[in-house]
């Protein structure tokens, strides 16, 4: 059975200006220790996403549809008090910002512990062992005696070892990562990335991390969700899809790593801009920046399902039978 298995789910914010469909008819499953990217332009749905996942959509949004089952459980529609007890130790979220997570007044052992105290009854002995132990792992130096230190006095990196190490505390089945090195240099992120690459494998948790840059989600990720205004418009390996996409927009996001590009040459960009989802275009929403726009993409296309891959278009990229 998957660990985590979503079908059609649906969010939306009831807005003064309208309803916004942020979350659309999204599904796919995730295996256990399995690193699945979550990629797309700013504004695509990938943080909504990742809320809708833990319980965490806040007024004016709400999960209107759909399924979201971790480890055969349905959350959606399930009690805060029975999600609450679930998020932390079943299922947990890394922030961008680690900051935002951490409480700034106490040392880290002391938030540890009581991250820990939430879902466990055991001694405080016993807890700064778990603590050390996690910081370890994430490879924290000195981890007993960092404890006693307080956010601050951590890097950037660092603080986001700490997030890292807390959302691994009780080995959950699933962490959803958003864009938690987006903000770190790049030699931190790779070390940080090559980190939560072998936890998952040691520790069999299963990883969605959220991410606008193909490049890191690819150097990380076994298999692709590819979002674009809401909606999931390509999803399989992640080998297939960098070598052989099939959606337009995975092509244009592939297109535009500094890997396609030579040196001295300007990094090439998906034209236009991301639609408001206030004012979605009747059909594919990608339509209006798509170079193989067609006649019947003013309909919006269903998933075409393809040797363990699917995408949503009518005028797909290299499949066999279609147009080049
Ligand atoms: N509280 C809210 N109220 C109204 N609309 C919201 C709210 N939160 C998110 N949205 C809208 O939902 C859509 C999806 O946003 P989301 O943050 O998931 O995108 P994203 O792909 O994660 O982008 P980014 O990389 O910029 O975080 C956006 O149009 C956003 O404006």
Redesign the pocket.
């Given at each position: 059975m998957s660990v985590l298995a979503v079908e059609n789910l649906r969010t939306e914010?009831f807005?003064r200006a309208g309803t916004?469909r942020?979350?659309n008819d999204v599904s796919f499953t995730l295996e256990r220790g399995e690193i699945l990217g979550l990629v797309?332009?700013?504004?695509?749905?990938?943080?909504?996403?990742?809320?809708s996942l833990l319980g965490l959509v806040?007024a004016?949004?709400r999960i209107t549809g759909g399924s979201v089952k971790l480890g055969g459980t349905e959350l959606v529609g399930m009690a805060q008090d029975d999600l609450r007890a679930r998020r932390g130790r079943e299922i947990s979220m890394i922030f961008q910002d680690p900051i935002a997570t951490l409480n700034p007044m106490l040392s880290i052992g002391q938030q540890m512990r009581m991250a820990l105290e939430a879902h466990e009854k055991l001694s405080r002995r016993a807890a700064d062992a778990r603590a050390a132990e996690a910081l370890g792992r994430v490879g924290i130096p000195s981890p007993a005696a960092r404890l006693k230190a307080y956010p601050h006095q951590f890097s950037g990196g660092m603080r986001q070892r700490v997030a890292i190490a807390i959302a691994l505390l009780h080995s959950p089945s699933v962490i959803v990562a958003?864009?938690p090195t987006t903000a770190l240099d790049v030699s931190i992120q790779a070390q940080i990335l090559h980190q939560v690459k072998e936890l998952a494998a040691e520790t069999g948790t299963a990883v969605i991390w959220?991410s606008?840059d193909l490049a890191v989600v690819s150097s990380l990720a076994s298999k692709l969700l590819v979002?674009y205004a809401?909606r999931v418009v390509e999803q399989g390996p992640t080998a297939a899809l960098l070598r052989d996409p099939r959606h337009p927009y995975t092509r244009g996001l592939i297109d535009s790593l500094p890997a396609s590009t030579s040196p001295g040459e300007l990094l090439a960009q998906v034209p236009g801009t991301t639609p408001?989802?206030l004012a979605l275009p009747p059909g594919c929403p990608f339509a209006p920046r798509c170079a193989r726009s067609a006649d019947a993409c003013t309909t919006m296309p269903d998933p075409t399902e393809e040797a363990g891959r699917s995408y949503r278009c009518h005028v797909p990229v290299g499949a066999q039978g279609a147009v080049a």
């Open positions: 914010f807005t916004l942020a979350v797309g332009e700013s504004g695509s749905g990938k943080t909504v996403t990742g809320f806040d004016p949004g958003d864009e959220i606008h979002m809401g408001s989802l």
